[in-house]
């Protein structure tokens, strides 16, 4: 079986409108794909970076999102169901060859909750305005103790399709998920967890954060003090553990203000970083800083 020491593939934000997400993360400077529908209800618009994604989502067509199924994880639902407490980030995805092969390996694993790999298809507009089929499996992981926080892998079937430089561009600079940022009363709890979705070793505490290192970006869990800190806001979701804040890396953090100042985004700057909050990410704070 393959190690899940994979990258991060995505993130999933979730909008109540999705006009309005589009919309609002253009001021942020960033490209935005034409919407897509999903067959489960819900329908997309992505900001394409390089080797990962932001994946803006929102419930469009609920008559399409049926009763989950024993066995099955229920995406759509699982949507609509976060979205009726809050926008935000709802779920960190990792790159994967072989779904089928992860949700085995996953499901060999103490601990994580696994479901039957989600294989779909949808129709994404191209850049001259043709349409083609895309395809993924996703193969999911949960944990009771993270009822705001789902993992999965996704694979795709024709990349080919996907990945376009006309929507990899962006006015912001903007280049690569370099971090991801959950919040939680005791990091150390989760390690146990996350320890199982990726290589050994990939996960570790160090002076009461939790890191996980991987092939393309990090993710951090931290306590509420410890984010506000470094963020200068509190965490903008509830007392559960939750993802509260993303890091993009920029070509040069100066171009970043100037778009963001041109369309009068609110933000201000820790150290090397802009901050964006949460209001104005829709539920999650997003963080611009150089590449390193």
């Known amino acids: 079986m393959p190690e899940l020491n994979r990258g991060i593939d995505h993130l999933v934000l979730c909008a109540r409108d999705l006009a309005r997400a589009r919309k609002r993360y253009r001021a942020l400077g960033f490209t935005t794909t034409p919407p897509a529908l999903h067959p489960f209800g819900t329908g997309n618009s992505l900001v394409q970076l390089q ?30 169901h976060f979205l009726g407490r809050r926008e935000g980030m709802a779920m960190l995805v990792f790159e994967s060859q072989d779904a089928v092969a992860d949700q085995a390996e996953f499901a060999a694993k103490k601990g994580v909750e696994t479901y039957a790999p989600l294989h779909f298809q949808r129709q994404a507009k191209q850049p001259d305005g043709s349409s083609v089929t895309v395809a993924f499996s996703l193969a999911f992981a949960t944990s009771p103790a993270l009822p705001e926080a789902v993992f999965f892998t996704c694979q795709q079937h024709a990349p080919q399709y996907f990945w376009k430089p006309e929507y990899q561009t962006h006015a912001n600079g903007a280049r690569m998920v370099a971090e991801v940022v959950m919040v939680a009363p005791s990091p150390g709890d989760l ?32 306590t509420p003090d410890h984010f506000e800190r470094r963020f200068g806001t509190p965490p903008p979701g509830s007392a559960s553990p939750h993802f509260a804040a993303y890091r993009i890396v920029v070509d040069a953090i100066e171009e970043t203000m100037a778009v963001l100042d041109g369309n009068a985004m609110a933000y201000r700057r820790i150290e090397d970083c802009v901050i964006v909050d949460a209001d104005s990410g829709l539920g999650v704070v997003i963080a611009f800083s150089e590449m390193e």
């Open 51 to 80: 080797g990962n994604f932001l994946e803006l989502i929102a419930v469009v067509e609920p008559e399409n999102i049926t009763p989950r199924e024993a066995g099955e994880f229920g995406f759509g639902g699982y949507v609509r």
């Open 191 to 222: 390690a146990g967890f996350l320890g199982q979705l990726q290589t050994p070793g990939a996960v570790r505490l160090d002076g009461g954060t939790l890191r996980m290192t991987t092939a393309r970006g990090d993710l951090r869990v931290v």
